[in-house]
């Protein structure tokens, strides 16, 4: 089993071992580390708390990624690589 899991839906499965960035269910973000699309329950995924309002408008796209750069969001759209390496434990002490 593999360290990593997707980001959006937290599967631990690539759809394809030479390009284990990729989801088995093709998962992708919207807005890098922001908004994603979880294609295992087919729903938006909000995965920070300035994203809310970009969904709870009726935003053209273009106008969405304004406002999430306004907002503050430095990321890349409509990235495919969902797959990240799980932040280690603190040891306690």
């Keep these: 089993m593999s360290d990593q899991c997707c980001a959006i ?4 499965k690539t759809a394809d071992d030479k390009d284990p960035a990729v989801c088995q269910y093709l998962c ?4 890098e580390g922001w908004l994603g699309w979880n294609a295992r329950t ?4 909000i995965r920070d708390a300035r994203a809310v309002s970009l969904v709870s408008t009726r935003l053209s796209y273009p ?3 304004r406002m999430a750069r306004w907002l503050g969001w430095t990321g890349q759209e409509n990235v495919v690589g969902t797959f990240v390496q799980p932040t280690a434990k603190k040891a306690k002490a």
């Design 9 to 12: 839906c937290g599967s631990r």
């Design 63 to 65: 106008k969405m990624i």
């Design 28 to 31: 992708g973000w919207i807005l």
């Design 42 to 45: 087919k729903k938006v995924a």
